[in-house]
């Protein structure tokens, strides 16, 4: 899949995962778009995290469906839709830039003064040698795992489409009480700079490349309306020197071109005192020039930009199967699961009232399903040996209710899973037990340590029993 796929799969993430109410796209809609692109498959099948093959292409599939059969019918969630973007470059930009680049190589081809040709000028040779320290440096940063540049963040918002003030942060688990744009931005914005900015390096790449394409250029169109003689000086390099430097840096241009490299000439192309004591024709040189320039930056240039470009999908692909997808996978098939099965629900302690079945039928439906049917009964207080000695469980799927209030005992609690568990697995092939921890009666009283630290007592005294354990709360309705 490529980026413009995944922001299509994230955009309806966070629709539904910021549009709780469904006030945007409704549950039954939702449910539709599952039913028709799941393909068989069953959130039970959903045990791989970061995302497997199977689940990307279901969520695409319902992306498309979701964009094709819905969107169109639906003017907020149109808007909505067109206002969930990441950072992406102006073309205009990429254009010009590139234009400026090859420009500068054009004039960074002077051939030197009164037609003749310096084979050691500044501008060719530093062009070649800081295109070879660069790239060096370019192709070790592409084998990092990840990129965060503050320079580039910083350059990305000021020549991008982004928005710059939104924030940047981790895409985990879905927040409660965030927006659908803020959820899109948890989930796209890192990704997006991320990507950006690898795309970025491999734009300046091919720049490099046009830039010595553009001195390629201005040296021959120079070459055809002026004779320039070639000749060398340096203050540094002797003549035996200067043949050591340049038939190393020429050598890969005479093997590709077939032109042999005129070492010889050096001795008396060597400037003296202003004066060479025999120039030598400039076209050989010229056609040196230009093949090393093609050979040393023009195709190793074109050749990073492409491995930047892999690299780029392959690390977005990667980070984006690892965005917390399993459970936004389970809810989403358990939406369409259970047909009309009946799970088994027992309360201990009493029916309690309806706000409470329907807390707790919401809980048996996120696990099994959200066409499954709950069947309440009661275990009364005191009464757990006796029921357990003559329940037989009627269906493989059961859920047990308890108070999360209770401080747990292990001759109380404990011992009645683990008897009902014991019931089903006896009974029932492929039996489940789910124990739901009632919170309703606990609200907003309770602080989060407390919450955590009631929670963590009752998993420590059910664990090793083989049981699931879910929370079940009334929905916030803040």
Not at 30 to 53: F, H, I, S
């Amino acid at each position: 899949m490529d980026w413009n796929d995944w922001q299509s799969i994230l955009r309806w993430r966070a629709v539904e995962e910021g549009d709780a109410d469904g006030a945007l796209l409704n549950e039954e809609r939702r449910r539709e778009a599952t039913a028709r692109t799941r393909a068989g498959m069953t959130a039970d099948e959903v045990k791989t995290n970061p995302l497997g093959p199977r689940e990307a292409a279901f969520l695409l599939r319902r992306a498309r469906w979701l964009e094709e059969e819905v969107i169109g019918c639906n003017g907020s969630l149109v808007r909505i839709m067109e206002r969930l973007t990441t950072i992406a470059g102006r073309r205009s930009w990429i254009a010009l830039g590139w234009l400026a680049a090859a420009a500068a190589g054009y004039v960074l081809a002077g051939l030197g003064q009164q037609a003749e040709f310096n084979l050691l000028a500044l501008p060719l040779v530093g062009l070649l040698l800081w295109n070879a320290v660069v790239m060096l440096w370019a192709l070790l940063l592409e084998l990092r795992q990840s990129q965060d540049s503050p320079m580039l963040t910083w350059l990305a918002q000021r020549v991008s489409s982004a928005e710059p003030d939104r924030p940047l942060a981790e895409a985990g688990e879905p927040l409660t009480g965030i927006s659908v744009d803020q959820r899109f931005a948890l989930l796209a914005q890192t990704p997006a700079m991320e990507r950006w900015q690898r795309r970025f390096r491999a734009w300046l790449h091919v720049a490099a490349a046009l830039m010595a394409l553009g001195s390629i250029v201005g040296l021959y169109a120079r070459g055809w309306s002026h004779e320039y003689r070639a000749v060398w000086e340096s203050t540094i390099l002797s003549v035996e020197k200067a043949q050591l430097f340049l038939g190393t840096l020429f050598r890969p241009a005479s093997a590709l071109l077939g032109v042999e490299i005129p070492l010889h000439e050096l001795r008396d192309m060597h400037r003296t005192g202003g004066v060479a004591q025999q120039p030598s024709p400039a076209l050989t040189w010229l056609h040196l020039y230009a093949g090393s320039l093609l050979v040393l930056v023009v195709l190793p240039r074109l050749a990073l930009a492409g491995f930047t470009v892999w690299r780029t999908h392959a690390v977005l692909a990667g980070q984006m199967r690892r965005l917390g997808w399993q459970s936004y996978l389970v809810r989403t098939l358990r939406a369409v699961e259970g047909g009309q099965e009946t799970v088994t629900v027992l309360v201990h302690g009493g029916h309690g009232t309806p706000a409470h079945q329907e807390v707790w039928a919401r809980g048996v439906r996120e696990r099994f399903g959200q066409m499954i049917q709950p069947e309440f009964g009661v275990i009364p207080h005191g009464e757990e040996d006796d029921f357990t000695a003559s329940w037989k469980p009627p269906q493989p799927r059961v859920a047990l209710v308890f108070n999360l209030a209770t401080t747990p005992e292990a001759e109380v609690q404990r011992r009645l899973v683990l008897e009902i568990y014991r019931a089903l697995q006896s009974a029932q092939r492929g039996a489940e037990l789910l124990v739901l921890l009632d919170a309703t009666s606990i609200g907003n009283r309770w602080s989060p340590e407390k919450w955590a630290g009631r929670e963590k007592l009752w998993t420590d005294l059910l664990a090793g029993i083989g049981v699931q354990i879910l929370i079940a709360a009334q929905r916030s309705r803040s």
